[in-house]
């Protein structure tokens, strides 16, 4: 097999071709052309951003016949023999697979032998935290004080596992995440050298994909390349990556900001059909939702965004929405992007996220906003009878205008919600006839133990119900007035599961009626102002001590009651 991958045939070969992690190799340069290098160092960072090449670039610079200089030759015999390996006295260990102490007693061993063909001898241990404690033990005292010919060169992404007693014997230096921008221009240098042509939003979309990995991003391009027809797309790159385009993102984000969930879940259901990734669709929402988040605050930041472009959909979609939104929808999301790690229904928690998003902020400005307009409203008609009752009385001062008589508020029936769901009223209302106090403070009680218990047992059935509360108990039901009201559709679906979690927190069997918040609040104020219609006016009579003692003393006969 003749063909090799893109990253090994571009691995750098001198320190100017490691992208991105400048701050490290100057420092080396300039301490390997004053003769002035350590004899231990140790090299951390993510996957793909140069560790290994750098130390064996390290390695070369150092024995290269023209030393000391800046850059390796990569002419000489040392540089030749260092890069395709013939050179024993470079030595690279996969710490991986070799984590005992005899393993580290072999180095220790061998590293008084003087060196064969170069002035030094360069250990590169590779993913240096899979190095047992003893292993890390018989390694101490030749690290700390190894022959003056031989260097230590420590790689790892996880510095955080390697004993202080190492870490403070070795010169470190953190390799960060290459920057996008950095990426892309070194794609851009090797896709002109291949002769292979890329579109640019190609290139960026696999620079964010790579997640600052260079390594990573020269394999995904490979991929692309082998996917794509002649010229790499945009397209080619999000089929071999899971990706979603920005104008389904756009979608997506317009629908549930002007509350359409029904596009929105369908846009979703199409992604997931058609074989996105659920996390990852996660992934380049919230990066999307960022980038709309910088953009609306200022469009001077438009250098600094990772996965959206500024084209005319992205522009009018900043105008539209608001900076809380955003924010909340990245909360949101942010929350879901955990709940699907551990879970097998990924789409159930992003469904729910969509609709938390699309009802949650939106929905709690439209209920201000209408219910100010109302108030207002109904203000100016009661304004306006008052001043028409004024005007009779003042053109007939003997006679008292008639009370309007207000039509008897007909009680709403079980009706279809915007979701589906049939509210049912009388079964609600007979609830309330037999509810008592204590039996509805006992629910609550026991309420934030319940959820507990269900989110363990049945994590989608949790969801449907946390934004919910008990609103009225009876012995053997329960009114639960959820937040929104697709929620109580989705109980439906979960009735079963939610209602054996808590009978076996309650010890009881108890039937939970769903009603949406609003819903309920208009039938509770309904049935109180029903019941106190139906109260006896005598008693309010009775209730005044004045008039009963002024009774006592002069009787009906004289007694006459002013306001």
Avoid at 119 to 132: F, N, Q, T
Avoid at 135 to 163: D, G, Q, R
Avoid at 198 to 205: G, L, N, Y
Wanted: charged residues 25%; contains cysteine; proline residues 4%.
């Amino acid at each position: 097999m003749s063909y090799q991958a893109l990253y090994r045939v571009w691995r750098p070969r001198n320190f100017a071709d490691v992208v991105g992690q400048t701050h490290i190799t100057r420092t080396l340069q300039n301490a390997i052309l004053q003769e002035k290098f350590s004899h231990a160092y140790l090299f951390s960072g993510p996957r793909g951003t140069g560790k290994t090449s750098a130390a064996k670039i390290f390695a070369k610079t150092i024995n290269c016949e023209r030393a000391p200089v800046k850059e390796p030759c990569n002419e000489c015999d040392a540089c030749l023999g260092i890069q395709d390996g013939s050179i024993s006295d470079i030595i690279e260990i996969d710490a991986a697979s070799n984590t005992s102490v005899e393993d580290v007693r072999d180095i220790r061993d061998n590293v008084k032998y003087a060196t064969s063909s170069v002035p030094y001898k360069v250990y590169i241990i590779d993913e240096v935290h899979m190095i047992s404690t003893n292993a890390f033990n018989a390694l101490l005292k030749t690290l700390e004080e190894p022959p003056k010919h031989v260097v230590f060169i420590l790689a790892t992404t996880e510095p955080h596992k390697i004993p202080l007693t190492i870490l403070s014997r070795c010169q470190r230096f953190d390799f960060k995440p290459v920057s996008n921008q950095s990426m892309v221009e070194r794609m851009h240098t090797i896709l002109d050298a291949e002769g292979i042509s890329v579109s640019s939003d190609a290139m960026e979309t696999v620079a964010l994909t790579a997640e600052g990995g260079m390594r990573d991003a020269l394999s995904i391009l490979d991929q692309a390349i082998s996917y794509s027809e002649d010229k790499v797309e945009l397209d080619d790159v999000l089929a071999v990556t899971g990706g979603v385009s920005q104008g389904i993102l756009t979608d997506i984000v317009r629908a549930m900001h002007e509350k359409d969930v029904k596009q929105a879940l369908e846009l979703l259901d199409k992604l997931i059909q058609s074989g996105k990734d659920p996390g990852r669709f996660v992934y380049d929402l919230i990066y999307f939702m960022r980038d709309l988040l910088l953009y609306k605050n200022t469009r001077s930041l438009e250098g600094l965004l990772e996965r959206a472009r500024a084209d005319e959909r992205f522009n009018a979609l900043t105008e539209s929405v608001s900076i809380d939104w955003i924010q909340d929808a990245i909360t949101q999301l942010n929350q879901c992007q955990q709940e699907i790690k551990s879970t097998n229904s990924p789409k159930v928690f992003i469904e729910i996220a969509i609709i938390t998003i699309t009802n949650r902020y939106y929905e709690q400005e439209q209920q201000a906003s209408s219910a100010d307009f109302e108030a207002v409203t109904d203000l100016s008609k009661r304004l306006a009878q008052l001043e028409k009752e004024l005007n009779k009385l003042k053109e007939n001062p003997v006679e008292s205008p008639q009370p309007t008589l207000r039509p008897e508020q007909r009680r709403p029936q079980s009706r279809g919600t915007k979701n589906g769901y049939k509210i049912p009223y009388e079964r609600i209302r007979d609830v309330l006839r037999q509810a008592e106090k204590p039996k509805l403070k006992n629910v609550q009680s026991q309420w934030a133990n319940f959820l507990s218990k269900l989110k363990t047992t049945n994590a989608p059935a949790h969801a449907t119900i946390q934004d919910s509360k008990p609103a009225a108990a009876s012995e053997q039901a329960l009114v639960v007035a959820f937040k929104y009201e697709i929620h109580c559709s989705l109980f439906l679906d979960n009735r079963e599961t939610i209602e054996s979690v808590l009978a076996s927190v309650m010890d009881k069997n108890v039937t939970i009626i769903p009603i949406p918040e609003k819903d309920w609040t208009t039938l509770r104020t309904e049935y109180i102002n029903n019941q106190e219609k139906n109260e006896p006016q005598e008693e309010e009579e009775q209730a005044d001590p004045i008039v009963e003692e002024a009774r006592k003393l002069v009787g009906d006969d004289l007694l006459e009651i002013h306001d």
